[in-house]
Antibody, heavy 116, light 108 residues
Framework: QVQLVQSGAEVKKPGASVKVSCKAS?????LHWVRQAPGQGLEWMGI????????TYAQRFQGRLTMTSDTSTSTVNMELSSLRSEDTAVYYC????????????WGQGTMVTVSS | EIVLTQSPGTLSLSPGERATLSCRASQSINNNYLAWYQQKPGQAPRLLIYGVSSRATGIPDRFSGSGSGTDFTLTISRLEPEDFAVYYCQEHGSSSYTFGQGTKLEIK
């Protein structure tokens, strides 16, 4: 059973960047990042193939979001720059259920707080 | 980009009752890439249904999905106490993924 384990909570100041990691215990075709602001719904951010290739980002994050992978450690990283208070959220990585357009395994979530 | 609208916003029912949750898309979803998730407070979402009507691994058969085009439904045949949670629908279009705003299923 694949497990996704994310890095710990972060507190950042406005304008800073944050990097959240997601380590997979087994093979994953694609990994997504999804975020959830406090008391709000789910928002898709982007998708990456951990084995390589160009990530795809949701349009609203273009220019601020960077996803990378490290195949030697089976880790995918999500970096969001120019943080603002509205980026305060729980950030999840989630495995793509291949061929279904859905997410079948989720990380535990990483709380990112942006506050001056 | 497709917009998903879920209704009702909140559904109040009792254990043992039948729950019907709706998800309406702003454009037709022709590839059957429609999924449902359950989320409890402080937890990550859990995949229930994918491909409109296929149950994910380990999901009880009281959960079922149906629909086509722009109208989709998640049905819980007989509510168990652990089913009270927030439910989201989600679609996958061309290079994007969209969630509905959620339906909260609460105990009456």
């Amino acid at each position: 059973q694949v497990q996704l384990v994310q890095s710990g909570a972060e507190v950042k100041k406005p304008g800073a960047s944050v990097k959240v990691s997601c380590k997979a215990s087994g093979y994953t075709f694609y990994l997504h990042w999804v975020r959830q602001a406090p008391g709000q719904g789910l928002e898709w951010m982007g998708i990456i193939n951990p084995s390589g290739g160009t990530p795809t980002y949701a349009q609203r994050f273009q220019g601020r979001l960077t996803m990378t992978s490290d195949t030697s450690t089976s880790t995918v990283n999500m970096e969001l720059s120019s943080l603002r208070s509205e980026d305060t959220a729980v950030y999840y990585c989630a495995r793509d259920l291949y061929g279904s357009g859905s997410f079948d395994i989720w990380g535990q979530g990483t709380m990112v707080t942006v506050s001056s | 980009e497709i917009v998903l609208t879920q209704s009702p916003g909140t559904l109040s029912l009792s254990p043992g009752e039948r729950a019907t949750l709706s998800c309406r898309a702003s454009q037709s979803i022709n590839n059957n890439y429609l999924a449902w998730y359950q989320q409890k407070p402080g937890q990550a979402p859990r995949l229930l249904i994918y491909g409109v009507s296929s149950r994910a691994t380990g999901i009880p058969d009281r959960f079922s999905g149906s629909g086509s085009g722009t109208d989709f439904t998640l049905t819980i045949s007989r509510l168990e106490p652990e089913d009270f949670a927030v439910y989201y629908c989600q679609e996958h279009g061309s290079s994007s993924y969209t969630f509905g705003q959620g339906t909260k299923l609460e105990i009456k």
